[in-house]
Nanobody, 126 residues
Framework: QLQLVESGGGLVKPGGSLRLSCTAS????????IGWFRQAPGKEREGLSCISVSGDRILYVDSVKGRFTASRDNAKNTAYLQMNSLKPEDTADYYC???????????????????WGQGTQVTVSS
């Protein structure tokens, strides 16, 4: 059983940056591709990115491409989402999720992931 814990959320002004972390409970994170999602109040969960097990393949949805960067450090059992140029519409709960061995073909679909963290809140406001 893989347990994921997100951290790094908070309140930031428009144009600011945050780095989210997703830490696994064991040293098997290297077997899993990591997806990043967010869910704003009253909206469906939205897929943002997926990073492959080795980190050599990273997929982004258009809404965050060029602003968000996914990375990972398997030695630390941690994946990251660097978020720059944040906008008020980025306000949401952010989640990481894990899928065994590779990013799903439909990497932005929540149903395709096996394990989830509890989420961390990001608020972008002046």
């Amino acid at each position: 059983q893989l347990q994921l814990v997100e951290s790094g959320g908070g309140l930031v002004k428009p144009g600011g940056s945050l780095r989210l972390s997703c830490t696994a409970s064991s040293n098997i994170l290297r077997r899993y591709a990591i997806g990043w999602f967010r869910q704003a109040p009253g909206k469906e969960r939205e897929g943002l990115s997926c990073i492959s097990v080795s980190g050599d393949r990273i997929l982004y949805v258009d809404s965050v491409k060029g602003r968000f960067t996914a990375s990972r450090d398997n030695a630390k059992n941690t994946a990251y989402l660097q978020m720059n140029s944040l906008k008020p519409e980025d306000t949401a709960d952010y989640y990481c999720a894990a899928d065994l061995y590779s990013c799903p073909t439909t990497y932005d679909r929540p149903d395709d992931y096996d394990y989830w963290g509890q989420g961390t809140q990001v608020t972008v406001s002046s």
